[in-house]
């Protein structure tokens, strides 16, 4: 497994921007497929982003043209870069690596987004 700790979360003001990392200690940070989640109060979590081991992207239709998920095998981090941020994107964003082969399956603890006026 892998421990992962979020940073970058913070309140902005909409149309504004921040970067979230997660950083990811031990050895199979480069074969997880890596996740950015995010659960807003009183609803269910959800992917938002993903990155695979290879470098393939996907998003969210709600975050497309407005998200970009990377990776930085050598520094074990992934980040999350959120540009035009809307009040909806008010969440706690979790960072999750994930491989099922490896039975690899970890999470952050989480951090706070905040989108307001």
């Known amino acids: 497994q892998v421990q992962l700790v979020e940073s970058g979360g913070g309140l902005v003001q909409p149309g504004g921007s921040l970067r979230l990392s997660c950083k990811a200690s031990?050895?199979?940070?480069?074969?997880?497929?890596m996740r950015w989640y995010r659960q807003a109060p009183g609803k269910e979590r959800e992917l938002v982003a993903q990155?695979?081991?290879?470098?393939?992207?996907n998003y969210a239709d709600s975050v497309k043209g407005r998200f970009t998920i990377s990776r930085d095998n050598a520094n074990n981090t992934v980040y999350l870069q959120m540009n035009s941020l809307k009040p909806e994107d008010t969440a706690v964003y979790y960072c999750?690596?994930?491989?099922?082969?490896?039975?690899?399956?970890?999470w952050g603890q989480g951090t706070q987004v905040t989108v307001s006026s």
């Open positions: 990155i695979s081991s290879g470098g393939s992207t």
């Open positions: 999750n690596a994930h491989n099922i082969f490896y039975r690899l399956n970890s």
């Open positions: 031990g050895n199979m940070f480069s074969i997880a497929n």
